[in-house]
């Protein structure tokens, strides 16, 4: 029934809320459903492997792909590039499928100039007091990092309004069964369905 091109789905949130874990849930329930890899200077942590969680990159190798026109978005976060290589995901979305970004606020806002239609979820945790106690515990950050990831948290918060979603991470198995509910809904927007409605509505 649905358009047959893929969504953009573009889920954002503070460092800790577990969107990160969500996106991953939602790939391994669904197969129309792509996890996009972003690209970062960051340093990987322990088990990440590259090209997988990230595509691990040096500064001088991502500003290069910046020049050459290859990132969908790149932004500046706590002192390291992150960014969306591009060329994977617009073969993805002509092929149908749904292709989840899991970025930043700042990244996400310049994708939302790019692709207005796409659809962007907010991640947001049950409270302040939780949010600390989850980056806390990774065990990977030290407290002053802790610190500056929940002033950044506020900062983002800022940018809620310019989300169609917001998406409570209680539990991360309703908080992914939410999001299915949203991807499910969205492709049954009436703008989305044009040709179909014409196609049925006509004698």
Do not use: W
């Amino acid at each position: 029934m649905t358009d047959k091109k893929g969504l953009l789905i573009v889920v954002s949130g503070p460092s800790g809320t577990g969107k990160g874990t969500i996106c991953k849930a939602i790939t391994q329930k669904r197969d129309d459903v792509f996890l996009s890899v972003s690209a970062t200077t960051r340093q990987s942590r322990e088990g990440e492997q590259n090209g997988v969680h990230y595509h691990f990159l040096s500064k001088a190798e991502f500003e290069q792909n910046i020049k050459n026109g290859q990132m969908l978005e790149h932004a500046v976060f706590c002192g390291n590039y992150y960014g969306t290589p591009k060329k994977a995901v617009d073969q993805m979305l002509e092929a149908g499928k749904n292709v989840i970004l899991e970025i930043e606020v700042q990244g996400a806002m310049k994708v939302r100039e790019k692709y207005p239609e796409g659809v962007y979820v907010f991640v947001l945790p049950p409270s302040m007091d939780e949010l600390r106690r989850r980056l806390t515990g990774r065990g990977t950050e030290t407290d002053d990092v802790v610190e500056e990831r929940l002033k950044t948290a506020l900062k983002e918060f800022e940018y809620i309004e310019k989300y169609n979603y917001i998406l409570l991470n209680d539990e991360v198995d309703k908080a992914v069964a939410r999001l299915e509910a949203i991807i499910d809904a969205e492709h049954c927007r009436m703008e989305r369905n044009i040709k179909f409605i014409e196609e049925v509505c006509k004698l």
